[in-house]
């Protein structure tokens, strides 16, 4: 549900401004709607930039402690004055350990091409080349390549085999002319490189020491910092949602509030004597949005906004999509057996979980109940085919499965087919019909006439010829009824789906029957494309319960020449692997499909405009 708003126009004079907004402030529930947009100031560019850095110091911490989690030194005597040095010093921890770890690799990477020639010592080459007038040259060629000839002109000495290459020295007064890589070593010793590595990994020790400390201790202090900065953002950003005038003496402030905060928010600005008018929205406004909805409702909130916030004139439809997605879940994961594994999860999440995972685990609580509901339905259990077992106890409800060995065709097609074309056919007539509410919300119940109309007809349709075609005879009283229904929604359809084409008398009937013969078109073909869609419940719910099915025979049939002493093993491999792949599959096809029904088919049907702003007070 969305909640009503008020907005509410202030004027303040220069002079009581700083001290107006210090109180809205401690209000908390006026939302500032920005004037001057896209302009910033030095002021609220600084704390853009601190925020930045407290989330990055935070995140440095995080990543830090959990790197290091099982060592619970404290040698560091770090001592905090506030958030600001505790930024700093958290900055100066994380700089300080690139640098090492930056001396760690190039110390590494010397180690490494010094390792095949040993400790030798740099002094003594120099003065072996002053002595002979040769210059030493570093090669390594496959070990297979080495020739001899080298050593003859070149006094070629090899040094290392080492990995199949065979590393040597060459002497001459020019390059030689040899087929081998030639190696440009470090300046420094193998040992010295050693000392460096060995003293930067105590040292990025020490760094990860304090840097832990600081995370166990003084994690809050920077939390509380982030808090602060995020407070000063908005506290600019308000200094930036407002226009100045009569010369810059007033300044004029346009926000919005819940209407169950507006007395109260009133008899503050009248006991400080603050010019102001509250009203309802215009339909023209921007106006921010709150959503309120019960403990099931909410656990869908998350998959809303993943498409967008409702604006202010649509109607939440929350409540609407919920048990459906919920449905469709069920249907497209289609598997007793994984629906119980879901709802296992979820009520581990849900006991055992964060705060935030806590919600989700209460979701899918309720989406394995679901699905585990649709595969008993269905007479599927970890891809069993529960209608062909000889099962005692599944005599009685063999019958009642929704499959073709169980209720069997209708209308000569497989019952789940069918049920999910009129499945989508229901959801799609509650979206028309939210699109009427929707218009008679915003407009007046004369715009929800046409859409109304379309919803009747369909309904007497569906009476007039469904129900004889399943063996139900009609009293003519009851036909008679149902055409008059209908001719009276084709009057709806055709001269009353544009009420403002009526200002002008002639042109409004001739362009309402053009509105009504463009929306039977659209009729015509968008909603069979949208009832098609829904075949992907049965397909998917299907797909998933032959996949298991198919690992299930594998796993027997594979095995059956196997004593029972050792088949057990490869059975069970074959069947977790299988199961474990088919699940996966099967789990993003239940969230993908619904919510692809969800956003498109329905949302499309409901007019569901969304584009909201969420509603956020201004507060500390």
């Not at 600005?269 to 099931?296: F, H, R, T």
Request: charged fraction near 20%; proline fraction near 4%; glycine fraction near 8%.
């Amino acid at each position: 549900m969305i909640e009503r708003m008020k907005k509410l126009t202030f004027l303040v004079t220069q002079k009581e401004y700083d001290e107006f907004i210090a109180g809205l402030r401690e209000q908390g529930v006026v939302h500032v709607q920005q004037l001057k947009q896209g302009q910033t100031s030095p002021a609220l560019q600084k704390a853009l930039e601190e925020r930045v850095r407290y989330q990055q110091a935070l995140a440095y911490l995080d990543i830090s402690l959990k790197a290091w989690e099982k060592d619970e030194k404290q040698n560091s005597k770090f001592k905090i004055q506030n958030s600001d040095s505790l930024l700093n010093e958290v900055e100066r921890l994380k700089a300080e350990e690139v640098s090492i770890r930056h001396t760690i690799d190039e110390a590494e990477k010397n180690i490494q091409k010094l390792e095949p020639w040993g400790n030798f010592d740099w002094e003594k080459i120099k003065k072996l080349q002053q002595e002979t007038g040769l210059q030493v040259y570093f090669y390594a060629c496959a070990a297979k390549s080495f020739q001899a000839d080298w050593a003859e002109k070149y006094f070629a000495t090899p040094i290392d085999e080492y990995r199949k290459r065979t590393y040597f020295l060459a002497f001459s007064d020019v390059e030689p002319d040899i087929k081998a890589e030639r190696l440009e070593l470090p300046d420094g010793s193998l040992e010295q490189y050693r000392q460096e590595l060995a003293e930067a990994k105590e040292a990025l020790q020490k760094n990860h020491d304090t840097t832990c400390e600081v995370a166990r201790q003084y994690r809050n202090v920077l939390e509380a910092g982030q808090k602060q900065a995020q407070s000063e953002i908005q506290l600019r950003q308000v200094e930036l949602s407002d226009e100045s005038i009569a010369e810059g003496a007033v300044r004029l402030m346009v926000g919005w509030t819940l209407e169950e905060k507006a007395e109260e928010l009133t008899k503050w600005l009248d006991e400080k004597q603050v010019y102001y008018e509250l009203e309802n929205p215009a339909y023209e406004d921007d106006v921010p949005v709150k959503i309120k909805n019960d403990g099931y409702t909410s656990l869908f909130e998350p998959i809303l906004r993943m498409y967008s916030l409702p604006n202010y004139r649509d109607i939440d439809p929350s409540i609407f999509f919920a048990p459906f997605f919920m449905l469709f879940f069920g249907l497209c994961l289609g598997d007793g057996g994984y629906g119980l594994l879901v709802l296992l999860g979820g009520i581990y999440l849900a006991l055992k979980g964060s705060d935030e995972m806590k919600s989700y685990g209460r979701l899918g609580i309720w989406l394995g109940l679901a699905t585990t509901v649709c595969g008993l339905l269905t007479g599927t259990f970890f891809g069993i085919d529960l209608s062909k077992q000889d099962w005692a106890f599944l005599a009685p409800v063999k019958p009642y499965f929704l499959n073709d060995n169980g209720v069997g065709p209708l209308f000569g097609y497989s019952p789940m087919m069918v049920i999910s074309v009129i499945i989508g056919f229901v959801q799609v007539l509650l979206g028309m019909v939210l699109k009427g509410c929707k218009a008679w919300k915003n407009f007046g119940f004369g715009y929800a006439i046409g859409t109304f109309s379309w919803v009747v007809a369909l309904l007497a349709a569906i009476a007039l010829f469904g129900l004889p075609a399943c063996g139900v005879s009609l009293p003519k009283v009851l036909v008679y009824a149902l055409y008059g229904i209908i001719a009276i929604s084709v009057v709806g359809i055709f001269l009353y789906n544009n009420p403002s084409a009526y200002k002008n008398p002639i042109t409004g009937p001739l362009l309402n029957i053009g509105g009504g013969v463009w929306a039977t078109y659209g009729m015509a073909t968008g909603l069979l494309g949208d009832l098609l869609s829904y075949i992907r419940l049965f397909a998917l719910g299907l797909t998933g319960g032959v996949l298991g099915g198919v690992f299930n025979s594998l796993a027997y049939d594979m095995t059956s020449s196997l004593p029972w002493a050792i088949r057990w093993l490869p059975m069970v491999i074959i069947l977790l692997a299988g199961h474990s792949i088919t699940f996966a599959l099967s789990m993003i096809s239940a969230f993908v499909h619904p919510m692809r029904l969800t956003f498109v088919e329905f949302f499309k049907n409901a007019d569901f405009s969304g584009g909201g702003k969420e509603y956020t007070p201004f507060k500390k």
